[in-house]
């Protein structure tokens, strides 16, 4: 399992509420630096996220942001003027690029960033 999908495992909601935790704040809460060294290190940890972050084709970055606003697959292809099949193509590589498994996943680990310009 990856450091980010270990991250995102102990900051995934209990009982339907999101708990936020951002990955710029001081410190993280000790449950998610226990039994994780390479998680001390919270510059590394945004680094990682917006060097990955950057590897995204420019329209890649649109539909991350997109999702990440709340927008359905629908509602980006309308919105971007492509059909919803590329969207998915696009959430497919945006996934694999992160190494994520779900929509989910990605909101959670951009929560705090400020992505409604692309809204």
């Known amino acids: 399992?990856?450091?980010?999908?270990?991250?995102?495992?102990k900051l995934r909601p209990r009982r339907g509420k999101l708990r936020?935790?951002?990955?710029?704040?001081?410190?993280?809460?000790d449950v998610i630096?226990?039994?994780?060294?390479?998680?001390s290190s919270l510059q590394n940890q945004a680094s990682e996220i917006f060097?990955?972050?950057?590897?995204?084709s420019q329209r890649e970055q649109e539909v991350?942001?997109?999702i990440c606003i709340g927008f359905s697959n629908?509602?980006?292809?309308?919105?971007?003027?492509?059909?919803?099949?590329?969207?998915?193509t696009h959430l497919k590589n945006i996934l694999?690029?992160?190494?994520?498994?779900?929509?989910?996943d990605?909101?959670?680990?951009?929560?705090?960033?400020?992505l409604e310009s692309y809204g």
């Open 74 to 88: 629908r509602e980006i292809a309308e919105k971007l003027v492509i059909s919803p099949d590329t969207v998915k």
């Open 106 to 114: 990605l909101r959670i680990l951009l929560i705090d960033w400020d």
């Open 33 to 39: 630096l226990q039994g994780e060294p390479e998680a």
């Open 20 to 29: 936020r935790y951002p990955l710029h704040s001081a410190r993280l809460p």
């Open 1 to 9: 399992m990856s450091f980010l999908n270990i991250l995102l495992e």
């Open 64 to 66: 991350a942001a997109l």
């Open 51 to 56: 060097r990955r972050w950057t590897t995204l």
């Open 96 to 104: 694999y690029k992160f190494d994520l498994h779900r929509k989910d």
